[in-house]
């Protein structure tokens, strides 16, 4: 007797994973006339890694490709609903602009070269004086900043919410989603995908599923691929944490986002709603042995030391109370920045993984430009830049600023 997952009929595309990537690749398959598409998720919609996302949107990167997908994706994200042909669609999108400052060394170059590459390409910037900084954030200082920019078209959104619109709209145009399923491999004939082995962990049952195209999309399950294929996949998870802190003035959401490259974790920290501040930093994490997306132990130590460089920029906060906390999970390649695309010598595969903390800025971008490439279209933006091996090239796409998820 066949199992439920053999009596599917064969789609033509199969995207493995519905995180935001994942959601945003099947919708764009469906407008581009993809056919039929299945999506496969191991757990539900949108509640991986992207459930864990900060949610910070801004065009600002040092590495020029980012900028445009970036500034591709954050057209996208201004007129969400329009976009997926859905009034009720929301992304939950906060219009509240983005402030980046340095003081004095040896990022004040990277950064003034930044801003004028994104001037260049359109994108409305401003450099600030430390007086015209306070205003727009007028509970931080900014005496000790060499350099201060100001992106006002940018702000913070919901990645959850963004992964299940996307995942609505696409379902209004025939995309079918399994949740509970999970892709325990690929069926490979010929130098060639086609098809994905599965386990329904509701029905206990697997079979195999075959397709003329497969997009896996596995975020920190990337590295599932070198089992099931031979590829090499560079590729950690890294653990970061997220505080809530409770100061004594409001961080408003029309507050700007602030990055700042002179404190020691390259600190970020947006409002997170009344007088709570969400920060976290933008270095490298807690290298994990296996993915794993389960909530790790945030202690004291952490706090406090979040806790300092806080106090440093925002006066005042240096009582500020710790109102929650959470850890969510990156996908880091060597040079921070992720791999999309066709892979050599394997032909009816895309991936897309290594996103590094960048992956729901850019995700209505990304999700454009897989889909195109799974159907042989040109693609909006070119893929080689972020090709799997410019690794063993040497031809990474290293930011600027140093290992972190502001490249």
Request: glycine fraction near 12%.
């Amino acid at each position: 007797m066949l199992g439920p997952m053999q009596t599917l009929t064969n789609p033509d595309v199969v995207v493995i994973g519905a995180g935001v990537i994942g959601c945003s690749v099947a919708w764009h398959l469906a407008t581009l006339g993809a056919g039929r598409v299945l999506v496969l998720e191991r757990g539900q919609i949108g509640n991986g890694t992207s459930a864990m996302s900060s949610g910070i949107l801004r065009t600002h990167y040092s590495v020029p490709q980012n900028v445009d997908l970036a500034l591709r994706s954050w057209r996208f994200f201004e007129r969400f609903a329009e976009h997926l042909d859905d009034p009720e669609a929301s992304a939950g999108l906060v219009r509240c602009g983005y402030l980046i400052a340095v003081p004095e060394g040896d990022k004040v170059a990277p950064l003034r070269e930044s801003l004028a590459a994104q001037a260049a390409r359109g994108i409305a910037v401003e450099l600030l004086d430390a007086r015209a900084a306070r205003e727009k954030l007028p509970i931080a200082r900014f005496d000790d900043a060499a350099l201060i920019g100001h992106e006002p078209d940018a702000g913070f959104a919901d990645a959850t919410l963004t992964a299940t619109s996307f995942a609505r709209a696409a379902r209004r145009r025939g995309v079918v989603y399994r949740e509970g399923v999970a892709a325990t491999g690929l069926a490979i004939e010929g130098g060639r995908v086609r098809g994905v082995l599965t386990h329904d962990s509701g029905a206990g049952v697997g079979g195999r599923i075959d397709a003329g195209m497969v997009v896996s999309a596995q975020n920190i399950w990337a590295h599932e691929l070198t089992k099931w294929t031979g590829l090499p996949v560079p590729l950690v998870a890294e653990r970061h944490r997220v505080l809530a802190l409770a100061g004594p003035a409001p961080y408003t959401r029309a507050m700007p986002v602030f990055k700042d490259l002179g404190s020691p974790g390259m600190l970020y920290g947006r409002s997170y709603g009344g007088t709570q501040m969400l920060v976290s930093e933008g270095t490298a994490g807690e290298v994990l042995a296996t993915p794993d997306t389960t909530q790790g132990e945030v202690s004291m130590d952490l706090v406090a030391h979040i806790g300092e460089q806080v106090a440093a920029r925002f006066p005042g906060w240096e009582e500020a109370a710790l109102a929650s906390s959470w850890t969510g999970v990156y996908d880091v390649t060597p040079d921070w920045n992720p791999v999309l695309g066709p892979v050599p010598g394997l032909d009816g595969l895309i991936v897309a993984f290594g996103f590094s903390g960048h992956g729901f800025k850019l995700s209505p971008a990304v999700g454009r430009v897989l889909a195109q490439a799974a159907l042989g279209l040109p693609t909006d933006v070119p893929l080689a830049p972020y090709a799997l091996e410019r690794f063993a090239k040497g031809r990474m796409l290293s930011g600027r600023y140093g290992a972190g998820a502001v490249s």
